[in-house]
């Protein structure tokens, strides 16, 4: 019912920026609660990002903080993540997903998502 599809992913070097995006189809986008997750190599998927309607807030991961902004644009059907003085260990396949509920910080609570784009960071 929904079709999710990031892009912006890249090779940048450490201190950079890089600008993700997710540009969604089918079911109302305002209807739900997006967020982004990361995957590095032999680690588990990871919580980065969310913004819900629900709480009209955004939620961070503690080491992207002060780093990353995450915003969504409704006319637009697109969901973006600024990410600011990036860092080698931020380097990831990066998943835009959606929620119809549940918490957002959760992997469980999101039944769309994208496949992924790669950012990587170099020292």
């Known amino acids: 019912q929904v079709q999710l599809i990031e892009s912006g992913g890249g090779l940048v070097q450490a201190g950079g920026s890089l600008r993700l995006s997710c540009a969604a189809s089918?079911?109302?986008?305002?209807?739900?609660?997006m967020g982004w997750f990361r995957q590095a190599p032999g680690m588990e998927r990871e919580f980065v990002a969310a913004?819900?309607?629900?709480?009209?807030?955004?939620y961070y991961a503690d080491s992207v903080k002060g780093r990353f902004t995450i915003s969504r644009d409704n006319t637009k059907s697109t969901m973006y993540l600024q990410m600011n003085s990036l860092k080698p260990m931020d380097t990831a396949l990066y998943y835009c997903?959606?929620?119809?509920?549940?918490?957002?910080?959760?992997?469980?609570?999101?039944?769309?998502w994208g496949q992924g784009t790669q950012v990587t960071v170099s020292s």
């Open positions: 997903a959606a929620s119809p509920g549940g918490s957002v910080y959760y992997t469980q609570s999101y039944n769309y």
């Open positions: 913004m819900t309607w629900r709480n009209g807030g955004a």
């Open positions: 089918g079911r109302t986008f305002s209807s739900y609660a």
